[in-house]
């Protein structure tokens, strides 16, 4: 269905929008020890083409492993608790961001990175990816040699 305001549609992004009810995340994605990942918008759940978008929860005191999102980019909103995320600067020195509810944080591709949760709350971000699948390459640590390019 196209009409005047929106000819460049194709018939099903004109006519279908999806509801997921917060009860029905889906918990059978890509995990990094330390947090659990929830999917919500993805390809398999709504046939999202160019989008990913969920929850990652962190239990307090605790941290989650080494990873990077491949050439995905990442967008974080922080809902509730204080998570802290640790990533190293181009000059090899550790670098850590501490957040609050309300907090906005973006990952760029293949930059490695953890959650921390130093809090006594759970953690809970809402996570938006440039890819229709929830990138996961798990680290043995935070250094490693990045793609050029």
């Known amino acids: 269905m196209t009409d005047a305001f929106h000819p460049d549609l194709p018939p099903a992004a004109a006519s279908s929008v999806h509801h997921i009810p917060a009860g029905n995340l889906d ?14 918008v993805s390809g398999a759940s709504v046939g999202a083409e160019r989008l ?12 989650s ?15 509730s608790g204080r998570p802290e995320f640790v990533f190293l600067r181009e000059d090899g020195a550790e670098e850590r961001i501490r957040t609050a509810p309300g907090d906005y944080v973006f990952i760029p591709p293949f930059v490695p990175h953890r959650e921390e949760n130093p809090d006594g709350e759970e953690a809970v971000v809402v996570i938006a990816r440039s890819t229709q699948e929830a990138i996961v390459v798990n680290l043995p640590a935070l250094y490693v040699h990045r793609p050029q390019g």
């Open 52 to 63: 990913w978008m969920g929850q990652t929860h962190v239990a307090p005191a605790t941290s």
């Open 65 to 79: 492993g080494d990873h990077h999102h491949g050439d995905s980019e990442t967008a974080i909103y922080v809902v």
């Open 27 to 40: 918990a059978g994605t890509a995990q990094t020890g330390g947090m659990r990942r929830f999917a919500a």
